[in-house]
């Protein structure tokens, strides 16, 4: 596609039950950003994938936050045992990445609520 | 930094006004800056970008200006529009080593018709 899907749009799920989001980056962008967004909040850091090299994971705010990467294509964001303070907008980035210093791309996000 | 946790800065202006919405980034080793504009409901979208070997660069209506001994960053609006009513977030980019886009705070900027 012409730029970076994320599906679903709108995910509502019950407390303690697991998640998983999905990116489709736009073709050729070896950078992959994960972000979370709460109402009316900036946009915090979650994971990053580049290329081949080990993700930065720095941003997971716990074990029961994860994301995969299946070579530079879809990724994945899991988070598991889903809690109330879990509801926000998860975006999803991608960019020609490596040394080449160009935008990054968002989805729509997916908006995810726990109830 | 992360804006975790954090309430949105306002500012409001008139419609047809200038309006600069301002950044503290905080990485000195940062060498790309972006500027983002955030639609209710919607995922930033890209407005102007700066290298760290430049001090200033201009768009339709916008310029980004860089002040890397104080690590800010501004962003000038000209003659604002009411579609540019949105949430600005700044960017920035370190190199190897620390290559993952980190977005600050946001400013919410409401244009008064």
């Known amino acids: 596609g012409a730029g970076v899907s994320q599906s679903p749009s709108n995910k509502v799920t019950e407390k303690g039950k697991d998640v998983e989001l999905r990116c489709d980056p736009i073709?050729?962008?070896?950078?992959l950003y994960w972000y979370r967004q709460r109402l009316g909040q900036g946009l915090e850091f979650l994971i990053y994938?580049?290329?081949?090299?080990?993700?930065?994971k720095s941003g997971l705010p716990s074990d029961r936050f994860s994301a995969e990467r299946t070579g530079e294509s879809v990724s994945t964001l899991t988070i598991q045992r889903t809690q109330q303070e879990d509801s926000a907008v998860y975006l999803c980035?991608?960019?020609?990445?490596?040394?080449?210093?160009?935008?990054?791309?968002f989805g729509q996000g997916t908006r995810l609520t726990v109830v | 930094g992360e804006s975790v946790g954090l309430h949105l800065p306002t500012l409001s202006v008139q419609e047809g006004d200038n309006s600069i919405i301002n950044c503290a980034y905080s990485?000195?080793?940062?060498?790309?800056f972006i500027w983002y504009k955030q639609e209710s409901g919607k995922g930033p979208q890209f407005i102007i970008d700066?290298?760290?070997?430049?001090d200033k660069r201009q768009g339709q209506r916008v310029t980004v200006l860089l002040n890397k001994t104080v690590k800010h960053l501004s962003l000038q609006i000209a003659a604002t529009q009411p579609g540019d009513s949105a949430v600005y977030f700044c960017?920035?980019?370190?190199?190897?080593?620390?290559?993952?886009?980190?977005f600050g705070t946001g400013t919410r900027l409401t244009i008064i018709p």
């Open positions: 980035a991608s960019s020609l990445g490596g040394t080449m210093n160009t935008e990054a791309f």
């Open positions: 073709s050729g962008h070896t950078a």
């Open positions: 994938f580049q290329g081949n090299s080990a993700p930065d």
């Open positions: 990485n000195s080793a940062s060498d790309y």
């Open positions: 700066i290298r760290s070997n430049m």
């Open positions: 960017a920035e980019r370190g190199n190897f080593g620390n290559e993952k886009l980190t």
